[in-house]
C-alpha cells in the first residue's frame, strides 16, 4: 500500500529538548516537504527536498532542520524546541512538485 | 505573491443539497491547481488534479473545474460523508512547494 508513514502521531515535550519526527515513503518519489499547520493560518511549508542530499527553505524554516540522506526518509529536527512551534505537523510526498501528494497522518506536538 | 483564497470559509447543507466552493488564485504559469480533502486530525487526502483552463474531473459527487483565475468544486447531492474541510492548493511560482488555502469546511447533515 502507498503511504507515507510519520512518527509519533503524538508529541509532548518541553522548552529546548531536541527532537525529530520521522518521515518515510514507500512509493519512490523524488519529492517530499514538511508542512505545519494552524487555525487560522492553514497549511505552511517548513522545508523541502528535490531529492536525496537536496533540501532548502518552505516559508517557515526557523527553529527547524531536516536531511535526506536516503530517498525514502525525510526527517524534521526541532534542536531547540520553544512553544511557538507547537503545531500540527505533515509531511508529504509525490513524485515531482506538481504530481499528486500523499500526505502523512499528522503529528501533533505541544511543547510546553 | 503566489496566493490561494477559498470561499465560503464554513457552508451547511442539507442532504441532497448541492452546492459549489471556489478556489481564487494568483500564480504566473500555473503549474497544477490541487483539491484535497481533510479530516479532522487527519492528513489531506487527494482529489484531483487540473492543468489548464477549461479542463474538468469527476468524482463521485464532486466536480472540479478550472478558469484562468478560479476553480470550483462542486458538490451535487451531498451525504453527511462528505462533510470535511475541502482545501485547494497551486504550485508557486517557483516550483517548489504547494501554496494552500485556508480551507472551506463543510457540514451536510441529514
Known amino acids: 500500500e502507498a503511504q507515507v508513514t510519520q512518527n509519533p502521531r503524538y508529541l509532548i515535550t518541553v522548552t529546548g529538548k531536541k527532537l525529530t519526527v520521522t518521515c518515510s515513503q514507500n512509493?519512490?518519489?523524488?519529492?517530499m516537504s514538511w508542512y505545519r499547520q494552524d487555525p487560522g493560518l492553514g497549511l505552511r511549508q517548513i522545508y523541502y527536498?528535490?531529492?536525496?542530499?537536496?533540501?532548502d527553505k518552505g516559508d517557515v524554516p526557523e527553529g527547524y532542520k531536516v536531511s535526506r540522506k536516503e530517498k525514502r526518509n525525510f526527517p524534521l529536527i526541532l534542536e531547540s524546541p520553544s512553544p511557538n512551534q507547537t503545531s500540527l505537523y505533515f509531511c508529504a510526498s509525490s513524485l515531482v512538485i506538481n504530481t499528486e501528494a500523499f500526505f502523512g497522518q499528522g503529528t501533533r506536538l505541544t511543547v510546553v | 505573491e503566489d496566493q490561494v483564497t477559498q470561499s465560503p470559509e464554513a457552508l451547511r447543507l442539507q442532504e441532497g443539497e448541492s452546492s459549489s466552493l471556489n478556489c481564487s488564485y494568483t500564480?504566473?504559469?500555473?503549474?497544477?491547481l490541487f483539491w484535497y480533502r481533510q479530516d479532522p486530525g487527519k492528513g489531506p487526502e487527494f482529489l484531483f488534479t487540473?492543468?489548464?483552463a477549461g479542463e474538468e474531473k469527476e468524482k463521485e459527487r464532486l466536480k472540479a473545474t478550472l478558469t484562468k483565475k478560479e476553480s470550483f468544486l462542486h458538490i451535487t447531492a451531498p451525504k453527511p460523508e462528505d462533510s470535511a474541510t475541502y482545501l485547494c492548493?497551486?504550485?508557486?511560482?517557483?516550483?517548489?512547494?504547494?501554496?494552500f488555502g485556508k480551507g472551506t469546511t463543510l457540514s451536510v447533515s441529514s
Open positions: 487540473l492543468y489548464s
Open positions: 512509493m519512490n518519489h523524488e519529492y
Open positions: 500564480v504566473s504559469g500555473l503549474r497544477g
Open positions: 492548493a497551486v504550485t508557486n511560482q517557483a516550483g517548489t512547494a504547494l501554496i
Open positions: 527536498s528535490m531529492n536525496v542530499e537536496v533540501t
